[in-house]
């Protein structure tokens, strides 16, 4: 396991560096940026079939820089350049413990003023340049791919959040030891909790602004899909604890074809130091498990694959708005479901059965993709002989 990006390139290449990237962190902002590129792609197709329309907005142009956000962006400068400097001063603590870092109380003052003076002057230079003698209402058309960025920094944040809290809901007494340091801990996330969170907030975002929710949920089905796949290599590669369960069963011999870490593995080096202490090993990372587990990201990141080479060849053949996005929830929920079978994660009482957060979310996705695409059939089919 490589739980920094430069653990990697040193056991590859022999080097000795030491980068702040986490290797799970390095590979969820990869599936956030492949994402919204396959989502700009998706909303400028649409917009130029013409089932999506650019939004208009009134925007007061030429008025002088205020007060208010003068100062409102050098506090929020200081604050980025207090972390950003200190960075550098405090590199070593930065490669140590990142999160820790970024959520201490270290960094440079003078940095941060420093770079808050420049970002401040530079804004009002560019606010006092653009200044008109009246300031004007302009109409400012905006084309929906242009506003892919908004969407994803709307996703990133909800998305956390949301995962956050059906993190918590699931860890109750994990919470309850520690909230503040819980919460704020990367380690604990939700998928299906950053999922709903964020669905709900960008099919809010993009009504406002002149998408309808059909379009946007079909154009976002087949990214979120791969996202997700991307997500778990991140997973896999730190061995971060979303592997599954103990597998001692020999490698089937139809699968001997795979190395025997596809089947099963014992995650050494990984980043939660869980199991036992590798021999010979020295350095923060020096532990794997007793016993070998199913690597179950690897099993995700395949499916999510298969199903965005599936959602991807559809996309263009459904007439109906909507119904990719309700076949992706019937995949999600299809492909989790049977995950959780060979999964670690918690289990409580529900109904009578002993079943996981996962596996009763993934079932009502499914049960909601499987209505959602029906109503949607028998909607078009009915205004369709009107």
């Known amino acids: 396991m490589y739980p920094r990006i430069s653990d990697f390139f040193n056991d590859v290449f022999g080097t000795d560096i030491n980068l702040p990237i986490q290797s799970y962190g390095f590979f969820l902002a990869m599936a956030f940026l492949v994402g919204a590129l396959i989502l700009r792609h998706e909303l400028a197709r649409k917009e130029k079939e013409g089932v999506i329309k650019s939004t208009i907005k009134k925007t007061l142009i030429g008025k002088p820089p205020s007060v208010v956000e003068l100062i409102l962006t050098f506090f929020i400068s200081t604050l980025v ?13 930065m490669v140590a413990d990142p999160q820790g870092f970024m959520f201490s109380s270290q960094g440079s003052f003078i940095g941060g003023l420093l770079i808050a003076s420049g970002i401040t002057y530079y804004q009002y230079y560019i606010k006092n340049k653009q200044k008109l003698q009246k300031p004007e209402w302009k109409e400012i058309e905006t084309p929906a791919k242009d506003q892919v960025w908004t969407i994803v920094f709307i996703a990133v944040i909800f998305g956390i959040i949301g995962a956050k809290i059906f993190h918590q809901l699931e860890n109750l007494d994990e919470f309850v030891r520690d909230p503040v ?60 604890g979303d592997w599954g369960i103990v597998n001692n069963i020999p490698q089937p011999e139809w699968l001997s074809f795979l190395p025997e870490w596809v089947w099963a593995y014992t995650y050494p080096h990984n980043i939660l130091n869980q199991g036992i202490p590798i021999e010979g090993c020295a350095g923060p990372h020096c532990f794997e498990l007793a016993n070998p587990v199913y690597p179950t990201p690897i099993y995700e990141t395949t499916l999510s694959l298969l199903i965005f080479t599936v959602l991807w060849s559809i996309r263009k053949k459904l007439r109906v708005p909507g119904t990719l996005f309700a076949i992706y929830l019937m995949f999600n929920g299809a492909e989790r479901f049977f995950i959780e079978k060979i999964r670690v994660n918690n289990v409580f009482d529900f109904l009578g059965m002993r079943v996981t957060q996962a596996e009763i979310i993934s079932t009502i996705l499914f049960i909601i993709g499987l209505i959602l695409l029906i109503l949607l059939n028998v909607r078009y089919k009915k205004k369709m002989t009107e």
């Open 81 to 93: 350049g207090y972390k950003i400097i200190g960075i550098v001063v405090y590199y070593d603590l």
């Open 181 to 240: 340091g819980s919460f704020f801990n990367f380690s604990g996330l939700t998928f299906y909790g950053g999922l709903i969170t964020a669905a709900i907030a960008i099919v809010l975002y993009a009504e406002k602004h002149n998408i309808p929710w059909q379009q946007i949920a079909d154009s976002i089905a087949p990214p979120l899909i791969l996202a997700y796949g991307i997500g778990r290599i991140g997973c896999q590669v730190s061995g971060d």
